[in-house]
């Protein structure tokens, strides 16, 4: 699949959760997350691929992914809306186990 019709998966399901999401076409950072996410309070950087394509994450797309990570945010990478439906639940389980202030620790060890 495409990683166009990926995008579009993945934001109407965020929309339909009742989520803030945007897809980003240009921004003046490049290597930029495809789409970015306002989700309980956090921001999510969500670097979308075409199916099977997960390796072909750039040293920017990288470099971004891990500051984003570093500052406070979540981000990842993922080539499906069902790995990216599962990505989600673990952040929300995360959350909601363990408190906005140890959530980071254990969340993004799984989603970097």
Same mark, same amino acid.
């Given at each position: 699949?495409?990683?166009?019709?990926?995008?579009?998966?993945?934001?109407?399901?965020?929309?339909?959760?009742?989520?803030?999401?945007?897809?980003?076409?240009?921004?003046?950072?490049?290597?930029?997350?495809?789409?970015?996410?306002?989700?309980?309070?956090?921001?999510?950087?969500?670097?979308?691929?075409? #199916? +099977?394509?997960?390796?072909?994450?750039?040293?920017?797309? *990288?470099?971004? $992914?891990?500051?984003?990570? %570093?500052?406070?945010? /979540?981000?990842?990478?993922?080539?499906? #809306? +069902?790995?990216?439906?599962?990505?989600?639940?673990?952040? *929300?389980?995360? $959350?909601?186990?363990?408190? %906005?202030?140890?959530? /980071?620790?254990?969340?993004?060890?799984?989603? +970097?």
């Amino acid at each position: 699949m495409l990683e166009a019709a990926i995008q579009k998966k993945i934001l109407d399901w965020l929309k339909s959760q009742g989520f803030w999401a945007v897809k980003i076409i240009q921004c003046n950072r490049n290597g930029c997350p495809d789409i970015l996410l306002s989700m309980d309070g956090f921001f999510v950087g969500i670097e979308v691929k075409a #199916l +099977g394509k997960l390796g072909n994450v750039s040293v920017l797309q *990288r470099y971004q $992914i891990k500051e984003i990570n %570093n500052t406070g945010g /979540l981000a990842f990478v993922t080539d499906s #809306l +069902g790995d990216c439906q599962a990505k989600i639940q673990h952040i *929300r389980d995360g $959350i909601l186990k363990n408190g %906005n202030e140890t959530k /980071l620790q254990s969340v993004q060890k799984n989603n +970097g």
